[in-house]
């Protein structure tokens, strides 16, 4: 997919394709080093595991962002299932935009063609989480018509939570 009025091409990784493994890993790194990513380099394990991992996980699949041969942005997506819907969905995982790129319609160019590859798969929503002060990336997803889940206003909003193993 091209985006003329940003000069963006968006497409889904192949994982099997050097350019988009490189620019996968490039990307992961410099969202790991970012304070909302942690603020640490991509680990070792991580660099030489992650794209051959993503290639085996049922479901995983990447959006990539370039605009010409510079890679700009990254979206990791999973199926995942809404038990209320009874219909497959898609997790997006991570959201990275280059910081050289941001402000520049690469994120909704990456979560439209999400979008449209979840609609091909005959999913019923995408969902994510957004931590609580990464307000531009807040901005940049209610752009795209993401909004906080509820289920009922009167429950209040769901909050993401994780327990390691």
């Keep these: 997919m091209f985006d003329a009025a940003t000069q963006v091409s968006t497409l889904i990784a192949d994982y099997r394709n050097e350019k988009h493994a490189q620019d996968i890993l490039e990307l992961m ?4 080093r970012d304070p909302f990513g942690g603020g640490e ?3 070792a394990y991580c660099r030489e595991q992650l794209v051959g991992k993503l290639a085996e996980f049922p479901g995983a699949f990447s959006v990539l962002a370039y605009r010409g041969d510079q890679a700009l942005g ?4 999973f199926m995942g ?12 995982h991570d ?3 280059s910081e050289n790129a941001r402000g520049g319609g690469v994120c909704g160019a990456m979560l439209d063609l999400v979008a449209d590859e979840a609609r091909s798969r005959g999913c019923c ?6 931590l609580e002060k990464n307000l531009p990336a807040q901005i940049a997803y209610r752009r795209a018509g993401f909004k906080p889940y509820t289920l009922d206003e009167e429950m209040g909003q769901a909050h993401f939570w994780q327990r390691y193993l």
């Design 29 to 32: 790194d410099e969202y790991a």
């Design 41 to 43: 380099p991509l680990s």
């Design 74 to 77: 990254l979206v990791n997506c």
């Design 81 to 92: 299932f809404s038990t209320f819907v009874c219909a497959p969905l898609v997790n997006i």
């Design 95 to 97: 959201v990275i935009v």
């Design 125 to 130: 929503k995408l969902t994510m989480e957004v």
